[in-house]
C-alpha cells in the first residue's frame, strides 16, 4: 500500500481504478481545502523550479484557478488584475534588476 495523504485532480480515483487498484479518498472540509490548495502550489511551485518543465507551469495554473473558485472568485478575473497591475508596472519583459535607490 502507498501512503499519499494529498490533494489530487478530480480523475485520479478512475484512473487509479482502471488499473485494477482500490484508492481510498475522502472530501475535504472548505478550510481544509484551503490549506490543501496552498500545499498544492507550494508542491507545483518546487516541481517547476527543479524541472522547469512547462508542464509544471500548467500544473502551478490549474492550482492558482482552484484557488480563485475556491475565493468566489475565476481564472479570468485574476488574468484582469494581472493585467491591470502589467499597465500599471509593466511585465518583466526587460529582465530588469534593481540593484538600489538613491
Known amino acids: ?3 499519499y495523504n494529498k490533494l489530487v485532480r478530480d480523475n485520479i ?3 487509479i481504478k482502471s488499473k485494477g487498484e482500490t484508492p481510498y479518498v475522502s472530501v475535504l472540509t472548505d ?3 484551503n490549506a490543501e490548495l496552498r500545499r498544492k502550489l507550494k508542491e507545483e511551485v518546487r516541481e517547476y523550479l527543479m524541472s522547469e518543465e512547462i508542464e509544471e507551469l ?3 495554473i490549474e492550482v492558482i484557478e482552484a484557488l480563485a473558485n475556491h475565493k468566489g472568485s475565476s481564472l479570468e478575473q485574476v488574468l484582469e488584475i494581472k493585467e491591470k497591475k502589467a499597465k500599471k ?3 518583466f519583459e526587460k529582465k530588469l534588476f534593481l540593484k538600489k535607490v538613491k
Do not use: W
Open 1 to 3: 500500500m502507498r501512503i
Open 13 to 15: 480515483p478512475e484512473i
Open 31 to 33: 478550510a481544509r481545502y
Open 58 to 60: 500548467a500544473d502551478i
Open 89 to 91: 508596472n509593466g511585465k
